[in-house]
Structure formats: C-alpha cells, structure tokens
C-alpha cells in the first residue's frame, strides 16, 4: 500500500494538471517552503521520515485520531457514504485545518496490469480542506511546474476538475490524508454531522441526533448555534435554546433573545423569570448563625423582587411581562425601573439594577 501512496502523489501533477486544474506547487523539494503538510511524503529526504498509520474500516466506527504531520491511510467501512467535511471532523476544522488526501478508485492494480502509466493508473479522486484550498489560493504562483501539484481554486476548476475531488467518501473506499494539526475522524452514526469521534469527545449520544432534546441537533449545537448540546439551557436563564434562538442560525435576531446571554437587553432582568442559574445579578449570598444547627449558615438568597422579564418562560411577551429583547419595552422608563415602579419602589431614573439601591425586601 505504501508503494502506492508514494506513486500516486509523484503524479498528482500529471493527474491534476490533465483534469484543468490551476496548480499551485506544493512544496515538497529543496526545502523551498516550509509546510509540513505537502508533499512530505514523496520527498525522498524525508520520505523515511515520515510515520504512516492505518486505519481499517472497523475503527471508523468509534473512530480515530488523525495525528499533524503523519501519512495516514484510512479505509470508509461499507455501506457507509459520508460528507469528507464530516468524517474528518466537521466543518470549524475544515476552515481552520490545511489537510489534503488522495482516495483510490480500486483500480489502480488493474489498471497498472493493464499497461496503463503515469496518472492513468490513479484514477481516483483528491481532497482537500478549505483551510488548505484558500492556503494554496493565497501562495505565489510557482516558478518551478515540475512540483507536485494541489488545487487552487475549485470554484476556477471545470466540471472535470471538480468531479475528481472527492467531497462524498464513499463505501469501502481507501484513502490518503496528511493533516497540518491533528483531526478527530469518524463515521455519524445518527446524522447529526457530529462524527461519532466528536460525540465521544464532547460527550455526546452518537445515537441520538439531539442528546439534550433541546430541538437542535448536536452537529448545529457545535457548528452553528454555538450552545452546549448537553444543556438544554444554555445560558441558564429558564428558556430552552431553541426557544430563544428560533431559527437556530447562531445569530439574535430582533424577534429573538440570545441563547448564549442571560440578560440580552441587559437591562437588569434576566430573559426568563429569573429563577435559572444564569441570573446571579439578582442573587446574593447571604450568611447567619443557625441557632439550631450552631454554626455560620449561608444561602443564595433574591435581593431584588423584581428579576426576570419572560415570567411564564413561553418565548412570547405576555400580559404583564415585559419584553427580554427591548430595554425600555413601553417607552422612556427602562423595564428594570418599571417593574419596580410597579411593585412601589422609588423611581430612579438612570440607573439600572443591579446597581439601584435597593430598600428593604417587601413582607412577604
Ligand atoms: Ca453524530
Ligand atoms: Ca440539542
Ligand atoms: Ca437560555
Ligand atoms: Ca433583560
């Protein structure tokens, strides 16, 4: 196998170079440039340098680690058809990570017995992250074509170029992947875009798309929405994420409150009741001596009776309630100094809780 991986990539120029492709030197020879990440694996200096691992398609399952800087060989286990972005960790790692590979058709023994040379024999598909594609984007056109080549711009390729880049892993294939930083790769067991290597690393059900059951699929938690897929409520202030983020785009829209923020017009009270963890402004600890007990006690006690805006925590702005995504939801007054009007307190313009001084607690 490993004869084979060094053949191919010899005449990744030929094969890029025939299918119209802009290629960009990688930079395997004379030390010319200093990524480790192409063409190490055909620079006979370096070539007995190099580990290689292999993956077989068992361990796709659990799933492996793609360690920086090593030859890996990896085979897609059958009956499985897989996103690359997704097997090889997911979308943030596609934009941050320089990583490219090379996937075998299968024919390439035939092909070679059948007197086929050069990149007639491989015929299978390269890959590449977007993090390496903009990299060879932005590198110096090369003087020197004899180099081994990468893509430059897929969206400059032709129909032909971009058939041959495999974006679909497909059943039983074998393929090829050097990767600059290390990638957590796997199948998804339950389509959440979250590889199983993933779920195991954040925690996660692989067989279930949502393991909080917050309506928003693990995969969109991690990549999207950016919220905690094992928390239901993110933030703690009493609204689901998905309550707050509606859209689960990952942006607060005018109709929406922050999923990641307690208090998102930050106007003192909190987007819920006020109850959620998320809501500490509205707390304080308070300490006494326990007669019956003997010693210093101390609880997390309200110090304000007003706290929280959506009361029935339903995501709408009911009767009475005022309105988590607007300061000052009826105008002029804000909503902190509103419902503190409300319940009698002095009015205090300018000032917000929690900084409002605070008189005694009304009876209860
Ligand atoms: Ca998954
Ligand atoms: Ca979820
Ligand atoms: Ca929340
Ligand atoms: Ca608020």
Redo the contacts with the bound molecule.
């Keep these: 196998m490993r004869h084979y991986i060094v053949h191919a990539l010899k005449y990744a120029t030929l094969t890029l170079a025939a299918a119209v492709l802009v290629i960009a030197a990688a930079a395997l020879l004379k030390g010319t440039q200093t990524s480790s990440l192409s063409g190490r694996l055909v620079a006979p200096q370096q070539d007995t340098e190099t580990q290689t691992m292999h993956f077989s398609a068992d361990r796709a399952v659990d799933g492996f680690s793609i360690p920086a800087d090593v030859n890996v060989v990896f085979t897609v286990p059958n009956n499985v058809r897989i996103p690359r972005i997704t097997f090889l960790g997911g979308t943030d790692k596609d934009q941050t990570i320089r990583y490219w590979g090379y996937c075998y058709s299968g024919n390439e023994a035939a092909n070679r017995t059948a007197g086929k040379i050069g990149n007639a024999i491989y015929d299978g598909q390269f890959f590449y992250s977007l993090a390496e594609r903009k990299a060879q984007e932005e590198r110096p056109q090369p003087t020197d074509s004899g180099l081994l080549g990468i893509l430059n711009s897929r969206d400059q390729a032709s129909p032909q170029a971009r058939a041959s880049i495999a974006e679909i892993f497909h059943s039983g294939r074998t393929c090829y992947v050097m990767s600059s930083a290390e990638l957590p790769a796997a199948v998804d067991t339950d389509g959440d875009d979250l590889n199983n290597k993933r779920e195991q690393l954040v925690g996660t059900d692989r067989n279930n798309p949502?393991?909080?059951?917050?309506?928003?699929?693990?995969g969109s938690?991690i990549f999207v929405t950016k919220t905690n897929?094992l928390a239901s409520d993110t933030d703690n202030d009493g609204l689901d994420d998905r309550c707050e983020d509606k859209n689960t785009n990952g942006n607060t829209e005018q109709s929406e409150t922050s999923a990641l923020v307690a208090d998102t017009d930050r106007d003192g009270l909190c987007d819920g009741n006020g109850s959620g963890s998320g809501c500490p402004e509205e707390k304080e600890n308070v300490c006494f001596l326990d007669q019956l007990l003997g010693q210093r006690v101390c609880e997390s006690k309200l110090t304000t009776p007003v706290f929280g805006e959506d009361m029935n925590e339903d995501c709408e702005v009911g009767d009475g309630e005022t309105d988590p995504r607007k300061f000052n939801t009826f105008g002029g007054i804000n909503d902190w100094d509103y419902k503190w009007r409300l319940l009698g307190g002095l009015p205090n313009p300018g000032k917000v809780a929690p900084l409002f001084p605070i008189p005694d607690m009304p009876a209860r």
Excluded: H, K
């Design positions: 949502d393991s909080d059951r917050d309506g928003i699929t693990d938690e897929p």
